[in-house]
C-alpha cells in the first residue's frame, strides 16, 4: 500500500514535469521581428515591454506566485487586496450560503424521507429547480434582494441546497426497516428515534450530499463573483481578465482549484467519521 | 436671546438685530467668533421665518402658548419648506452623509471621479468616499437602483433612460456633471485593415458598451450615414467594455465603438486599430456623466454640494494637459484602471500608436469638460427616439432640463472659480451636420435611416 503511493507520487511528479516543460517549450518565444520600423511607433506599441500576446510561458507564471503569495494580505483600496483576503471572502460567501442550506436542508430532507405522502407531494417542485443554473438567478436575486452581497450568497445556497436536500430524503428513507422496527419495538420517542436511530444511519449519505454540495458552490462562487464584483477569488480573475493578464489568471485558476481540494479533502474526512460497517 | 433659542418658546423672547438674524450685533458677533454657525443654522431659518410671520414677539408667544409648539411647528412646517429653506442657507453647513460608495467602472472616461481620490479632493470637502469597481453597465444601474452607490460614473444616456423608465424601472436620476467629452473610437480587427469604408460592413459584428450609451448612438449615427442599416446591415451587441479587447482577439467581434483605453489597449496587443476617433464624429460630444439618484440629491444637499465641488475641482484638474501623465500613471495600477501605463499615457496625452503604423498627435483626443448642456441632452433623447428606444412624444426640454443639473454645475463652478458658459443650450455639428436644439422632432425626421 506505501509502495504504490510512493510509486503514484513518483509518477505524479513525472507527468507534471513533463507537462511543465512541453508547456515550456510550446511557448519559447520565437523572436518575433517589430511589427513597425519606426522607433517611436515601436515605443509606444510597447516593444521590449512585456505583452500578453500569446500564451504565457511557466515562467510567467511562476512570477505570478511569487509575486501573489509572497504579500498575500495586503490591501490597497476597495478595488486592489490580496490574494489571502480575495480568497477568504470567496469562502466567507460559500460558508454562510452553505450553512443556510443544511439548516433548510436537512430539517426538510428529514420530513421527506420520513414521510412517502410528502416526498410524493414535494418531488414536482424539485425536479423542476434543481436542474435550474444558479447563475439564472442572478439577476432576480438582484433585482430583489436588492443587494450584490446577499444575491452571491443567496446563489450558493439555492446551488447547494438540492444535492443536500435529495441525499438527505434518500438516506433517511433508505434506513434499514429493522432498526426501526427494533427501535418501536423498545417505545423509543421519535425524537430519540430522529437523533439516535436514523440520523447516524443516514448521516453516510447525507454527507455525500453535502460533499456534492461543497464542490458544486465552490464552482459556483467564481462565477457570481465575476458576475457582480466587488471582492472575491471570481472579482480577482474579472480584474486581471481584463487587464488581459493572463499569468494571473492562471495563478488564480490554480489556487481555485487547490482551495477545492482542501475543501473536498476536509469533506472526505467528515465523511469517513460518520461511516460505519453494517 | 436671539434665533439662536427656540423659536417655538413660547417663553423666549425673540428679538431683532441689526443683521436680522440675531438679537444685537454683540450676539452675531459671539456666534460666528464660536463657529458653530453651521449647527445652528436651522434654527436661525426658522427664527427668521417666525418672524416674519409675527413681527411683535409678543403675538407670537401668545400664539405658540395657545396651539402648542408642535401644532405651530407643523402647521408652518406645511406652508414654509424650512428643509428647503435650511438647505440653502446652510450650502457649505454640515453634511448629511460623509460615508459614501461611488461606482465605476475602469475606463479613462472615469479619471475624474476616480482621480478625485487619491488626490484627496473628497477628503478636502470632508467626505470619505470610496470609489468601487464595477463589473459592467447593466450591474451600475442595478446598483443604483439599490442604493448600494451613492452616486455613479455613468453613461451620459442613462441618467435619461432611467429617469424616463426606459430598460429599468422608471427612477429620477441627475447629471451632476458630464465626466468626459470625447475619448471613444472605433476600433476595428487588424484583418479588416483594407476595409476602411463603412459600406464594406455589411454583416459585421460590432459592440457598445450598452444600449443607453453614446457609444450606441454614434456608431448607429456613424454607419446610417454612410447608408447601412444598423439594425439589419450589421449586428450591434452590449459586450462590457474589459471584455472588447478579449472578444476582439476572439473574433467573437468585427469591431466596437468603445471607451478607452480599450480601444488602445487593442492597438497595443495588436488586435486592432483605430479606425475614427469619436471626436471626428461629433467634436466635444459627452460620453458618461456624473449620475446622483434625485433622492439623494434631495436628502441629503450639502453633501451633494460637497461631492459636486470635488468632482468639479477634479474635472478642471483633469482637463490640464500638464496633468495628463501624471494621471496615466496614478490610474494604471489595479485599484483603479488595471492597464499598462502607456497606455493610458497614450490615450491621454493624444500622442499615440494608431495600429496602421502611425503616431497620431491629437491633444484633444479625450478631455473632459464638466458642463452639462441641455442640448446634449436634447440630442440624446432625439437618437433614443430615432431608433425606438421611446415612443411616443417627448417633451425634450422639459426632460432635459429636469435631469441635467446646469444651473446648479453653474453655481457650484462659481463657488470654485470657475467660468461657466452663460448659454443653456448650444448648436454643434455631427458629421457635418447641424443640430438644432429648438427642432428636435425635425431633427429625427431629417433622417432617412430611422425606426420612428
Known amino acids: ?278 | 436671546m436671539s434665533s439662536l433659542n427656540n423659536p417655538f418658546d413660547p417663553d423666549r423672547p425673540l428679538s431683532r438685530c441689526s443683521c436680522g438674524n440675531h438679537g444685537s450685533q454683540s450676539e452675531h458677533d459671539i456666534a460666528v467668533a464660536a463657529g458653530d454657525v453651521d449647527a445652528l443654522n436651522s434654527r436661525v431659518v426658522q427664527s427668521v421665518v417666525m418672524r416674519a410671520l409675527f413681527p411683535q414677539d409678543a403675538e407670537r408667544r401668545k400664539f405658540l402658548s395657545a396651539v402648542g409648539a408642535s401644532t405651530a411647528w407643523a402647521a408652518i412646517s406645511s406652508l414654509i419648506p424650512f428643509g428647503t429653506l435650511e438647505a440653502m442657507a446652510q450650502e457649505k453647513g454640515s453634511l448629511e452623509k460623509k460615508d459614501l460608495k461611488i461606482g465605476f467602472i475602469p475606463i479613462t472616461c472615469a479619471s475624474p471621479l476616480i482621480m478625485a481620490d487619491p488626490l484627496g479632493f473628497y477628503k478636502k470637502q470632508g467626505l470619505n468616499v470610496s470609489v468601487i469597481k464595477t463589473a459592467g453597465w447593466a450591474l451600475i444601474r442595478d446598483k443604483v437602483q439599490n442604493r448600494e452607490y451613492d452616486a455613479s460614473h455613468m453613461l451620459a444616456p442613462m441618467p435619461l433612460a432611467m429617469s424616463m423608465g426606459a430598460g429599468s424601472n422608471p427612477m429620477p436620476i441627475n447629471v451632476a456633471t458630464i465626466q468626459n467629452t470625447n475619448g471613444q473610437a472605433i476600433t476595428l480587427h487588424v484583418k479588416h485593415k483594407d476595409k476602411r469604408d463603412p459600406k464594406m460592413w455589411k454583416g459585421f459584428k460590432f459592440a457598445v458598451p450598452f444600449e443607453y450609451s453614446m457609444h450606441n448612438f454614434l456608431l448607429r449615427y456613424y454607419v446610417a450615414e454612410h447608408g447601412l442599416d444598423p439594425d439589419k446591415d450589421i449586428q450591434i451587441r452590449v459586450v462590457p467594455p474589459p471584455e472588447m479587447v478579449a472578444n476582439l482577439r476572439a473574433g467573437n467581434l468585427d469591431g466596437y465603438l468603445g471607451p478607452d483605453p480599450f480601444n488602445q489597449r487593442a492597438v497595443y496587443d495588436e488586435v486592432g486599430f483605430l479606425h475614427i476617433l469619436s471626436k471626428d464624429l461629433w467634436e466635444g460630444h459627452p460620453c458618461c456623466s456624473f449620475g446622483v439618484p434625485a433622492d439623494f440629491v434631495k436628502q441629503n444637499p450639502n453633501t451633494f454640494a460637497a461631492l459636486y465641488r470635488a468632482v468639479l475641482t477634479a474635472a478642471a484638474m483633469a482637463r490640464d494637459p500638464k496633468n495628463r501623465s501624471l494621471m496615466a500613471e496614478v490610474l494604471s495600477p489595479a485599484n483603479y484602471l488595471n492597464q499598462p501605463k502607456t497606455v493610458l499615457e497614450q490615450v491621454l496625452t493624444g500622442k499615440f500608436a494608431d495600429g496602421l503604423g502611425n503616431v497620431q498627435n491629437v491633444p484633444n483626443r479625450a478631455d473632459f469638460d464638466p458642463f452639462p448642456w441641455y442640448s446634449m441632452a436634447v440630442w440624446i433623447l432625439t437618437q433614443m427616439k430615432r431608433w425606438g428606444y421611446v415612443k411616443g412624444d417627448i417633451r425634450y426640454k422639459d426632460i432635459a432640463e429636469k435631469v441635467y443639473l446646469l444651473t446648479d454645475a453653474r453655481k457650484r463652478m462659481a463657488e470654485l472659480g470657475m467660468t461657466a458658459p452663460k448659454a443653456d443650450y448650444q448648436k454643434f455639428k455631427v458629421m457635418g451636420k447641424e443640430f438644432d436644439y429648438s427642432k428636435p422632432e425635425a431633427y429625427v425626421n431629417s433622417f432617412a435611416i430611422k425606426r420612428s
Open chain 1, 1 to 278: 500500500m506505501n509502495r504504490l503511493t510512493l510509486k503514484a507520487a513518483f509518477l505524479s511528479a513525472i507527468l507534471f514535469a513533463v507537462f511543465i516543460g512541453a508547456w515550456h517549450l510550446a511557448t519559447l518565444p520565437t523572436g518575433g521581428a517589430v511589427s513597425a520600423a519606426d522607433a517611436e511607433y515601436a515605443k509606444l506599441m510597447g516593444a521590449g515591454a512585456q505583452k500578453s500576446d500569446g500564451f504565457p510561458p511557466p515562467a510567467e507564471i511562476g512570477k505570478a506566485f511569487v509575486h501573489y503569495l509572497s504579500d498575500p494580505m495586503y490591501d490597497k483600496g476597495p478595488n486592489d487586496k490580496g490574494i489571502a483576503i480575495q480568497l477568504g471572502y470567496s469562502l466567507l460567501r460559500v460558508a454562510i450560503g452553505f450553512a443556510i442550506a443544511i439548516v433548510i436542508a436537512v430539517p426538510v430532507g428529514f420530513l421527506i424521507g420520513m414521510s412517502p405522502l410528502a416526498m410524493k407531494a414535494l418531488d414536482p417542485f424539485i425536479q423542476v429547480l434543481k436542474p435550474i443554473s444558479p447563475l439564472a438567478w442572478m439577476p432576480l436575486a438582484l433585482y430583489t434582494l436588492k443587494d450584490s452581497n446577499v444575491s452571491g450568497i443567496f446563489v450558493i445556497f439555492i446551488c447547494s441546497i438540492w444535492p443536500m436536500l435529495i441525499n438527505t430524503a434518500f438516506g433517511v428513507a433508505s434506513v434499514r426497516r429493522d432498526w426501526i422496527n427494533v427501535a418501536r419495538t423498545l417505545e423509543v420517542n421519535p425524537l430519540r428515534k430522529a437523533f439516535l436511530v436514523i440520523l447516524p444511519a443516514a448521516a453516510p449519505t447525507i454527507l455525500t450530499g453535502m460533499r456534492i454540495s461543497m464542490g458544486i458552490a465552490w464552482l459556483v462562487i467564481v462565477a457570481a463573483e465575476m458576475l457582480v464584483g466587488g471582492t472575491g477569488i471570481g472579482y480577482f480573475v474579472w480584474n486581471e481578465w481584463n487587464n488581459l493578464a493572463l499569468p494571473n489568471v492562471i495563478f488564480a485558476i490554480t489556487m481555485i482549484g487547490l482551495v477545492g481540494m482542501v475543501l473536498d479533502l476536509l469533506f472526505g474526512w467528515l465523511q469517513k467519521l460518520v461511516t460505519y460497517r453494517e
